[in-house]
């Protein structure tokens, strides 16, 4: 049960983010390194079971890709501009072939020809205009907040231009995961946001076969573009119920594909069938501790680096995480998905080792002292504070209840309250907290995980609700440097700026980075090969989110 | 009639009790629910200031004061419109609660009357054979079965007998390769999917009813009325069930309307364990999912039930004992 809590955090991210568009992507590798399926020889099972769609505990018939509670396979039916990686934010072609910026305001897409839906009908740039356009006529259908960027959009031939309303390069990766839609069909709705799509029109590797409230299955769509690369023939969604049921489920074999946490995933999984079940739990976020930066004794930099030195962080990952992901480094980069972004001048990649010695050093610097084992203010008040995690995240709990045991060592009495998601939610935008648990990035772009938590522009004075800077970081240099990279189009004014964030987050602390969420995934290579894994990173192991449609085109039969 | 009359206004009373205090609950959580609606839908991660505003614009959060939205609230249970469930948008909160009543009346509802009427009889065997041997197996293996926590005999069942020896499936109302409809083949699944979770109801609620009934036994027996019906030659079988079992029976009753009443909010660590989709299951994933219309709606269907339930048992009672009626 532990650990669930990540998988749900994430998991909710990524369906959010599907439904939102989320984004990066890994080489243009991805869509042509896939050894094309030898599809000729249909010899061992074609079908493949995947363990993700929860049902709740049955399952409502709703594939509207910009609905909030479509259904997972929805992601692996509908295809977006282009599918971006969130572990190294690369691109690879999907209904388009490439981008490029014009200027820093300009970005045109260049719309792949030749590609027909599933009923036949061409996917033309016109299909682009009425998606794009649709998401501006409804605001609910727009979580991605495109029409908050660009200002107009336009076709020309096989060129789609995007306007952007202020320099905003990094934004590339929003438009370019949205999802596009059958104008044909779409145009004919009267209300696209309760629209339910049973008998979706489609333009991925998938199209619906059947439906019943306890197991769908997707069937391949032939006329898909990329349909040469797409070996399995058939994903079948059992409805999931959450917990021990699922992992029985699991340790039965009867998925192909899962994305549970399991306690102990080498005995509960590998050990059934050790030569084909495997595993590959990727950083998908990073869980950090806020500091309400409006707050003393948070407000002062000596005091944010004696607790970061004060905090063990590789014993908090493997206390809450059952040892399954690693310490996060303070660069607040996601490692080692993004190392290529990382500043090699960072000792030991950002990672900062246990020292309680020189935190206590740092205390008495700055006026604090020890009376009877308690820590003293410069003001002889008693040091103590509290942290905050949602109710329910027992990972998150064992991890707040690590760190009150190693504070405590510095004098500092910690205590950890649990509230509800919504009521933590709301302390934690309104900036009505001392410290909470929270996680942040996992978007493949080291510029969007920056501005998410240190863009003065996401901030808000307390008491008012802040989009996602609850910290509270303030600083008109950050918001210069995030300036610059959103501007440029250069790689290496973008690494420079990049590399300085980096810097802020290294010496400054606006957050303490503790520990990477991961993306729990089981899959087996009985029947299916050619799965993502650290050696081949071409997508996140994801059985969710736009993954999918990287990993379906990439799996060969086995043998 | 008139004991009818009398029920009635406190009747009303307690149902608007009730509502009110079901359209206050929800408000005085923390967290608006509309910040709740907004964080569930965008998933658990940080919203963006355009999720949010996506999110509150599809679901038509609630604005304005307490009383005009209590004014509305009141309007739209009165016409049976309980809004749109946040967990199973865009589907309406009637149709989802609609879709999962028939498996809790049918599961829940045949195994409490079935549970209430071998209990009674067991109990009133219990009595009449008190000290036998029958009387203390079923005195102490009832104590024992009613003190299990029933999620862990759920848990058990699931193991031993879907897990490890695979006889009945470990989830679900009814096997995928069927679809919901009036046909042989779903109901032979349904059928051999309700096993488990039906096992587990009955084996946790018998206990209750067999232990209740004997003890009431056990007081009227003593009394003068039945030793004068004993002195007057009737046979044992007659003052058993008609003398001693029908004045035993009368809390019982009391507890039965109330069982009754509470079928409808189904039994929801047996439905949750087995993934089973009635409303247990679903009042779990709404209090999970914050998702406040579908909580405000089965709370108000639950209470409804249970008044009800009661109301009616409070007329039965008129009919079996005399003296309440003055």
């Not at chain 2, 069930?241 to 009753?253: H, I, K, T």
Request: aromatic residues 12%; proline residues 7%.
């Amino acid at each position: 049960m532990k650990q669930k809590a990540v998988a749900r955090f994430l998991a909710g991210r990524y369906k959010g983010a599907a439904a939102a568009a989320s984004l990066s992507l890994l080489a243009a590798a991805c869509g042509s390194a896939a050894t094309p399926a030898s599809s000729t020889t249909p010899s061992k099972a074609t079908t493949l079971v995947v363990g993700v769609d929860n049902g709740s505990p049955t399952l409502a018939d709703n594939f509207n890709p910009f609905s909030p509670n479509a259904r997972i396979g929805t992601t692996y039916m509908y295809e977006p501009l282009q599918y971006v990686n969130t572990l190294n934010g690369s691109y690879s072609p999907m209904l388009a072939t490439s981008h490029k910026f014009v200027n820093a305001t300009t970005l045109q897409f260049q719309i792949r020809s030749g590609a027909k839906w599933s009923d036949g009908t061409p996917i033309t740039p016109a299909d682009v205009l009425f998606t794009f356009n649709l998401l501006k006529k409804y605001p609910a259908l727009d979580g991605a907040g495109i029409w908050k960027h660009v200002s107009s959009i336009s076709a020309s031939g096989n060129t789609v231009t995007f306007k952007f309303s202020s320099p905003d390069v990094p934004f590339a990766q929003a438009i370019a995961s949205t999802v596009i839609l059958p104008s044909h069909i779409w145009s004919k709705i009267a209300n696209p946001v309760t629209f339910t799509n049973t008998s979706p029109v489609t333009s991925g590797p998938y199209k619906l076969g059947t439906f019943n409230p306890n197991q769908y299955v997707l069937v391949k769509n032939p006329l898909c573009w990329q349909a040469s690369k797409v070996a399995v023939q058939k994903v079948v969604f059992p409805a999931m119920s959450g917990g021990q049921t699922a992992q029985l489920e699991l340790a039965k074999g009867q998925f192909g594909w899962a994305t549970l946490f399991v306690p102990n995933v080498q005995q509960d999984w590998v050990s059934k069938a050790p030569k084909y079940n495997h595993y590959w739990f990727p950083p998908g976020g990073t869980i950090s501790l806020y500091m309400n930066l409006t707050k003393a004794p948070f407000n002062n930099l000596t005091f944010r680096k004696a607790l970061s030195y004060g905090l063990d962080r590789s014993s908090i990952a493997t206390k809450a995480e059952n040892g399954y992901v690693q310490q996060a480094s303070q660069s607040g980069l996601l490692l080692p998905n993004l190392s290529k972004w990382l500043d090699p001048s960072l000792p030991n990649s950002g990672k900062i080792t246990y020292n309680p010695t020189k935190a206590k050093a740092l205390l008495a610097s700055a006026g604090y002292r020890l009376s009877n084992g308690k820590l003293l203010s410069p003001s002889g008040q008693p040091v103590q504070f509290s942290i905050i995690t949602p109710n329910g995240f027992s990972d998150w709990l064992q991890a707040a209840q690590t760190i009150s045991q190693e504070l405590s060592k510095l004098g500092i009495t910690v205590t950890i309250s649990t509230p509800e998601y919504a009521g933590y939610n709301s302390s934690l935008q309104n900036g009505q907290f001392q410290t909470a648990l929270g996680g942040f990035g996992g978007s493949g772009s080291p510029y969007i995980d920056f501005h998410g938590i240190l863009s003065s522009a996401l901030s808000a004075p307390v008491g008012q609700a802040a989009p996602s800077n609850f910290e509270r970081w303030i600083s008109p240099s950050t918001d210069a440097l995030l300036h610059k990279v959103a501007t440029t189009t250069n790689t290496a004014q973008q690494k420079s700026a990049v590399y300085q964030l980096e810097g802020v987050m290294y010496h400054q602390l606006p957050v303490l980075t503790l520990f990477y969420g991961a993306t729990w995934s089981e899959y087996s290579t009985k029947n299916f090969v050619g799965w993502p894994s650290a050696s081949n990173p071409y997508a996140p192991p994801a059985p969710y989110g736009q993954a999918p449609l990287a990993i379906m085109t990439h799996l060969r039969p086995a043998g | 009639m008139r004991y009818v009359l009398r029920r009635l206004p406190v009747l009303v009373i307690t149902l608007w009790a009730a509502v009110t205090l079901n359209f206050l609950l929800p408000r005085l959580m923390p967290g608006t629910p509309a910040g709740a609606a907004v964080a569930k839908l965008a998933g658990q991660g940080s919203v963006s200031a355009s999720q949010r505003r996506a999110i509150e614009v599809m679901l038509g959060v609630p604005h304005g004061s307490l009383a005009s939205q209590y004014w509305q609230y009141l309007k739209a249970i009165a016409g049976g419109n309980f809004g749109i469930s946040y967990t199973y948008f865009p589907e309406p909160v009637s149709k989802v609660i609609g879709a999962a009543l028939p498996w809790t009346l049918a599961l829940v509802g045949t195994v409490t009357v079935m549970a209430f009427v071998i209990g009674t009889l067991l109990g009133v065997l219990a009595a009449w054979k008190r000290g036998s041997i029958f009387d203390t197996a079923a005195s102490v293996g009832c104590t024992f079965m009613a003190a299990f926590p029933y999620f862990w005999t759920a848990l058990v069942l699931l193991y031993v007998f879907g897990f490890v020896a695979g006889w009945f499936p470990i989830r679900g109302g009814y096997s995928a390769s069927v679809s919901p409809g009036w046909d042989w083949s779903f109901f032979v699944s349904a059928l051999g999917h309700s096993v488990l979770p039906a096992f587990t109801i009955l084996v946790s609620g018998l206990g209750g009813w067999v232990l209740g009934m004997r003890n009431n036994m056990m007081g009227v027996l003593g009394e003068d009325y039945i030793v004068f019906a004993e002195a007057n030659g009737l046979s044992p079988r007659t003052v058993a069930l008609r003398y001693a079992a029908r004045n035993a029976l009368l809390p019982g009753v009391t507890a039965f309307g109330m069982a009754l009443g509470l079928v409808v909010g189904g039994s929801l660590l047996t439905e949750v364990v087995f993934g089973y989709p009635g409303i247990g299951y679903l009042l779990y994933n709404a209090v999970v999912n914050e998702d406040y219309p579908l909580m405000q709606a089965l709370f108000l269907v639950i209470t409804v039930s249970v008044l009800m339930a009661n109301f009616v048992v409070d007329l039965i009672y008129g009919l079996l004992d005399p003296r309440v009626r003055r």
